[in-house]
T-cell receptor
């Protein structure tokens, strides 16, 4: 069965600093996708970054990057130059190419001015 | 605007009642997914439809049902509502492959 674990329920970071959110997952699939979603106080779900398991190169989107370790089934999110608008709940998610996506329990990120 | 439209945005109803939540997917997306997010919880997968057919089912209660119509919009029906059904219900859509979902803004259901 697919599972996604986020071991950090809450984290905080100083504005302009860097923070890393952790995620591990379990799957028996060989081909799959991994995602990080952001949910700000508005409750809207926003896709932050996406990684394809068959690609060794880590995905990056502006200030957001991932560290994908396939053998360890680890998928961490690094946020550089943190901004006040980054404060949100962050969900790690995993899914095969054809089926439902399973979400982790989330990490609440606070940004300290 | 994400392109996924959910109505209504808010719904308050009494225990024992039945409600219908509606979702219009992003143009061109054939897959629709329903998720439930209870207070301060993660997202729980309920059900997926692809081009009118049920594709996958999660921990969806028997009191809940869904369908996807020929125009690809989807409805989630919740019946015999209980206090514990109060939650934010999200609809999401995707195209071919798995490039990530596009989420609607959700329907906040409050059962009193």
């Amino acid at each position: 069965a697919q599972t996604v674990t986020q071991s950090q329920p809450e984290m905080s970071v100083q504005e302009a600093e860097t923070v890393t959110l952790s995620c591990t997952y379990d799957t028996s699939e060989s081909d799959y996708y991994l995602f990080w979603y952001k949910q700000p106080p508005s409750r809207q779900m926003i896709l932050v970054i996406r990684q394809e398991a068959y690609k060794q190169q880590n995905a990056t989107e502006n200030r957001f990057s991932v560290n994908f370790q396939k053998a360890a089934k680890s998928f961490s999110l690094k946020i550089s130059d943190s901004q006040l608008g980054d404060a949100a709940m962050y969900f790690c998610a995993h899914g095969p190419s054809y089926d439902k996506v399973i979400f982790g329990p989330g990490t609440s990120l606070s940004v300290i001015p | 605007d994400s392109g996924v439209t959910q109505t209504p945005k808010h719904l308050i109803t009494a225990t024992g009642q039945r409600v219908t939540l509606r979702c219009s997917p992003r143009s061109g997306d054939l897959s629709v997914y329903w998720y439930q997010q209870s207070l301060d919880q993660g997202l729980q997968f309920l059900i997926q439809y692809y081009n009118g057919e049920e594709r996958a089912k999660g921990n969806i209660l028997e009191r809940f049902s869904a369908q996807q119509f020929p125009d690809l919009h989807s409805e989630l029906n919740l019946s015999s509502l209980e206090l514990g059904d109060s939650a934010l219900y999200f609809c999401a859509s995707s195209g071919t492959g798995n490039y990530g979902y596009t989420f609607g803004s959700g329907t906040r259901l409050t059962v009193v």
